[in-house]
């Protein structure tokens, strides 16, 4: 059983009075922004993959071209791409509350699932059980589902048909005796943002490890991992403004635990024990990229000098209270929009900025009539045919999906509900 003091979450951290994002300011970090081919498309695709910031690329830029080889030699270029791939580690743990070998990279999180899904499947005795739910991206359900086959009990914690929300009341029975959830920090076909915290002190006070999928919510502002009180935390890096990987926090008790899948001789070191195979330097190294755009927000704000969670708690607010300004004028248009049924919450506080849209025409088709506008939207069941199914809809049919993050402008915020009038 894990046992860990988790914060309380109801005691609220002192806040860091700071300015308000300026979206141009923002918006100047962002290559993309600056992008001749780009200037006349607006954007609400970023729950498929985010825009980089600008030091993400330029330290993928100077990884390869001043140091693309072996690190952690002596020599000077081998040296410092071994220390930039230190500092990502360090820096991002320092973000996000937890300590540097508590994080490890991979190729994507559907990868990192898998990988521990397979030290699970070492671990845990047929009869045991896990809980799983409908409401999961396919990443954090299927491959927990599969150890079905070496004798796991698999339980679902199955989603409200009608709101398609996640209900701790039901989860409580399907938690005795089981020793692993798996859930959603944030659907991203039903955008609501389940309250993390309390979730894992339920499964926390009946001895469950938690395995949170946190690729929704992550790009929405970097959480406070050891605050939200889970086992494990997974997020994808190209979503949050970075390269294309995925970043997995593995708490200590249970990452020493789990059996490790890694080169025998490489599982002392906590961060590369669900490692199997060698890390992609460059793109490891600059996901310190991520920590220098959250350090300069916070710096643009005003911040005073704090330690990194605190800096990070801080842009995460702010980039939430943008978020929910630029959110609430498209959930009220689409709710005047009868022939609409619009997925999760109306209330812009409650819900990442990833709206799922079902109409009388399949999600693709609405999508593809976007483009002719020049807005990037995407149609179809986003690899989460469960929730879809569980909420009563077909996903061969699918959603049209539009999501945007703090980045976004009013005026493509503007541009999106005009062109929607013409298409919907
Ligand atoms: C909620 C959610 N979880 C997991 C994934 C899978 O992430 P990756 O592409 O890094 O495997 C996605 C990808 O879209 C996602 O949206």
């Not at 320092?94 to 070998?101: F, I, K, Q, W, Y």
């Not at 593809?368 to 995407?378: K, V």
């Amino acid at each position: 059983m894990i046992t860990r003091a988790i914060v309380d979450p109801h005691k609220p951290r002192r806040p860091i009075p700071l300015k308000t994002l300026d979206p141009q300011f923002v918006r100047a970090l962002f290559p993309a922004f600056q992008e001749p081919s780009l200037a006349d498309q607006a954007f609400f695709e970023s729950a498929g993959g985010s825009y980089p910031c600008r030091f993400v690329t330029e330290r993928l830029e100077r990884f390869y071209r001043e140091r693309k080889v072996q690190p952690y030699w002596a020599f000077p270029a081998s040296r410092v791409g071994g220390d930039e791939m230190d500092e990502a580690r360090k820096r991002l743990s320092g973000m996000l509350g937890v300590e540097p070998d508590e994080v490890a990279f991979g190729p994507s999180t559907t990868q990192n699932v898998y990988v521990l899904a397979q030290a699970f499947r070492e671990w845990l005795e047929p009869g045991d059980a896990i809980v799983v739910t409908n409401q999961d991206h396919e990443a954090n359900t299927g491959a927990w589902r599969r150890l079905a086959q070496s004798g796991i009990e698999v339980r679902e914690w199955q989603i409200d048909p009608e709101t398609g929300q996640l209900n701790p009341e039901t989860l409580k029975p399907l938690l005795k005796g089981a020793r692993l959830l798996c859930f959603p920090h944030c659907s991203n076909v039903i955008g609501e943002i389940n309250d993390v915290a309390a979730i894992t002190r339920l499964a926390s006070a009946a001895g469950v490890a938690t395995c949170v999928d946190g690729v929704s919510y992550a790009p929405h502002g970097f959480p406070n991992v050891a605050d939200l009180g889970c086992d494990i935390y997974m997020f994808s890096a190209y979503k949050t403004y970075g390269p294309h990987q995925g970043i997995m926090v593995v708490r200590r008790d249970l990452g020493e635990m789990l059996p490790a899948q890694c080169h025998d001789f490489n599982k002392d070191a906590l961060y590369k024990r669900f490692t199997p195979a060698g890390d992609d330097h460059a793109q490891v190294a600059a996901c310190a990229g991520m920590a220098d755009y959250v350090d300069t927000l916070y710096a643009e704000m005003g911040g005073p000098q704090a330690p990194p969670a605190s800096r990070a708690a801080a842009v995460h607010d702010a980039m939430r209270a943008r978020e929910t300004e630029l959110l609430e004028p498209l959930l009220d248009f689409l709710a005047t929009k009868n022939s609409l049924r619009v997925i999760g919450p109306l209330d812009a506080r409650k819900r990442a900025p990833t709206v799922g849209i079902l109409a009388n025409r399949p999600g693709e088709d609405i999508a593809s009539d976007l483009a002719a506008h020049n807005i990037n939207a995407g149609g179809g069941d986003f690899y989460s045919p469960r929730p879809l199914k569980a909420i009563g809809i077909d996903p061969a049919h699918g959603l049209l999906r539009l999501s945007f993050t703090h980045y976004t402008s009013d005026a493509e915020l503007d541009r999106l509900i005009s062109a929607l009038d013409h298409v919907l």
